[in-house]
């Protein structure tokens, strides 16, 4: 693992994407302002500073705030449950639920399934699936052989196109389930947001990254 110097300044790494849209209010709550850049949409720029000194952002993929945090790279970020639970990085404290990206981690099957389809009765499944961790821990932990085929995006195609019969996905109204003729039929974890620090950080800046803990904490508390 990476050695942070503690007078380097801090990171902290952001999920690109819906959100951040969520997120930013809350930043500005916790007295965090990044550079106008930030807020550019067409701008390639990927760490930002803020009217703190100590203190600059990174805009990442969700997928990679837990492994820049896990890391060392970036010493605190926010990212989804969905994400922790996929990784489950030991170097990650997870100590403040930000209350947002509220959604769930389900299976969907075609409608015309759900009337003869008894889950109950599985012993063995294929799935598409970017979660083929959380798929199978799920699966084993009911005796069921889950068969994963991982996609990364444009899960809902899978069932249509023939690949498999049935999605692992987050949802959040269901609405694009619905669009292309799938049902949500079983909930396997409700989702939000983390603020998340490197644990090694921890120990080695705790009054800096308890300070930022308390006040992200304070900050969610009100929202």
């Known amino acids: ?25 809350m930043l500005a709550d916790a007295g965090i302002i990044p550079e106008a850049a930030f807020n550019d949409p067409s701008a390639r ?6 009217n703190i000194p100590e203190l600059s952002i990174i805009r990442v993929r969700s997928f990679d705030v837990a492994t820049f945090v896990a890391f060392g790279a970036a010493h605190m970020g926010v990212a989804g449950q969905d994400v922790l639970m996929e990784f489950d990085y030991p170097e990650i404290y997870a100590p403040v639920d930000m209350k947002i990206g509220a959604c769930r981690i389900s299976i969907a099957e075609p409608r015309d399934m759900v009337g003869s389809d008894d889950p109950d009765r599985w ?15 799920y699966f084993a932990a009911r005796g069921v052989q889950a068969e994963c085929i991982k996609l990364n995006g444009a899960m809902e195609l ?13 949802v959040s109204t269901g609405q694009t389930l619905k669009e292309n003729g799938l049902i949500e039929i079983e909930k396997i974890a409700d989702i939000s947001s983390r603020l998340i620090v490197n644990r090694a950080t921890l120990k080695t800046r705790p009054v800096q990254l308890q300070g930022w803990i308390d006040r992200f904490q304070e900050v969610a508390d009100a929202a």
């Open 1 to 25: 693992m990476k050695t942070v110097r503690g007078n380097q300044p801090l990171i902290l790494a952001v999920p690109k994407g819906r959100i951040l849209k969520e997120l930013e209010p």
């Open 45 to 50: 720029q990927l760490q930002f500073s803020t």
């Open 123 to 137: 012993s063995h499944i294929r799935v598409a699936t970017k979660y083929p961790s959380i798929t199978h821990a």
């Open 158 to 170: 899978a069932p249509v196109l023939g690949l498999c019969r049935r999605i692992v996905d987050l």
